[in-house]
């Protein structure tokens, strides 16, 4: 299994302005700091990047609750794939 996706929206807005997106590994790292400001966007900054410096060079996370698309079993059976603000539900 490889590294958990940013939400597309927010990769979308990173690569629009020309910008390059730091590693999963360095976002889950700054996760804790950044849960106040992202609280202060629509669900939860979801689309909203963060910027960041990775190896001495500019770079972007994004604002997430989870990883986006995290499946949480809501109920035996019922999963609920996680987008700050909203989410999908599949029954298996």
Same mark, same amino acid.
């Given at each position: ?36 400001? @992202?609280?202060? &966007?629509?669900? #939860? ?5 963060? +910027? =960041? ?5 500019? *770079?972007?996370?994004? @604002?997430?609750? &989870?990883?986006? #698309? ?5 109920? +035996? =059976? ?5 987008? *700050? ?8």
């Amino acid at each position: 299994m490889g590294d958990p996706v940013f939400p597309p929206c927010c990769v979308e807005n990173v690569e629009n302005d020309g910008g390059k997106l730091c590693s999963w590994e360095y976002c889950k790292n700054v996760q804790d700091r950044s849960d106040e400001y @992202c609280k202060n &966007f629509p669900n #939860n900054g979801e689309c909203h990047p963060l +910027p =960041g410096i990775e190896d001495g060079k500019d *770079c972007w996370c994004c @604002c997430s609750c &989870f990883a986006y #698309n995290t499946p949480i079993e809501a109920s +035996p =059976g019922e999963f609920v794939f996680v987008h *700050c603000g909203h989410s999908q539900v599949l029954v298996s």
